[in-house]
């Protein structure tokens, strides 16, 4: 059920769909409120993974403008029979033999969307991703490289272009084998080559240190209270000058307040939550340290409780 505006109750009052009709109707006075509505849902439930051959779908994906035939190609199965067997096998050699301009471009794509399903990121940084993949291979310039390497960058300059950044040490992670160094190198690549393709620089979208906090909290399970303080804190740091890295700086912040809170983090959880390096973490308190007073706000810390923060 959902809400919408009746106009006969002249309130708001609870909905019934009636899938049959395509009816959205008033529980309380019967009014039909919209009528012929598209049921954008499956036509049933699919268990096709689970029964064999037995798949009840008669449609495939949605098609793919980056794709040479739009993603629509047609794939001869093998039905279960005596004479066609024949038939269907001498078809399914050709179908092998026939080059498909596009195998290599939908395994990335495969790649990139299970890397992305792991980071759970939402399907407009996907298929930014593909676009950059896309984008790379038609240079012809990839060829040699550590192809985990150049899908894993491509969904690191997605998200940052997306306003939704990643750290490498996050990508990497979902980055089947690849290392930081090599996913690093592979993203100077690619916007090298695709500023040299565009005549200019890259957008690439600003890093703040506010981007990674929220998941660096949820990740150490802090309260909504100190959430709320350290990303105050992040916001009045951009005032300071401060030449860390924002998540250097968003680890220093966390640092902090949970040093204000019951709920203390040593130091290693909080270098494991946000994969920054103890020592860097000690090195950008150490920064942040002498703005204490102006960075937690009154409402989470009073001046005498500042006291409790360990020195530097």
Known sequence: MADAFCPDCKRSTETVFDHSAGDMVCSECGLVLEAHS???????????NESGDNDPVRVGGPTNPLLAD??????????????????????????NRS?????????????????????????????????????????????????????AACLYIACRQEDRPRTVKEICSVANGATKKEIGRAKEF????????????????????????????SHLGMTNQAVKAAQEAVQKSEE??????????????????????????PLKDISLATGVAEGTIRNSYKDLYPYASRLIPTSFAKEEDLKNLCSP
Not at 38 to 48: G, L, M, P
Not at 118 to 141: C, F, H, M, P, Q
Not at 240 to 262: E, F, K
């Open 240 to 265: 300071l000058d401060i030449r860390r890295s924002p998540i250097s700086i968003a680890a220093a912040v966390i640092y902090m307040i949970t040093q204000l809170s019951d709920d203390k983090k």
């Open 38 to 48: 598209i049921d954008e849902t499956s036509e049933w439930r699919t268990f096709a």
């Open 190 to 217: 690619i916007v090298k080559q695709l500023e040299v393709e565009m005549g200019q620089s890259m957008e690439m979208g600003t890093i703040h240190a506010g981007d990674f906090l929220r998941r660096f909290c």
């Open 70 to 95: 739009g993603g629509l190609s047609t794939v001869i199965s093998k039905p279960n029979g005596g004479q066609s067997d024949f038939l269907s096998s001498s078809l399914g050699r050709w179908q």
């Open 99 to 151: 080059s498909n301009p596009d195998r290599s471009l939908i395994l990335a794509f495969r790649t990139i969307a299970t890397m992305a399903d792991r980071l759970g990121l939402v399907a407009t940084i996907k298929d930014r991703a593909n676009e950059i993949y896309k984008k790379v291979e038609d240079l012809k310039s990839i060829r040699g490289r550590n192809q985990d390497a150049i899908l």
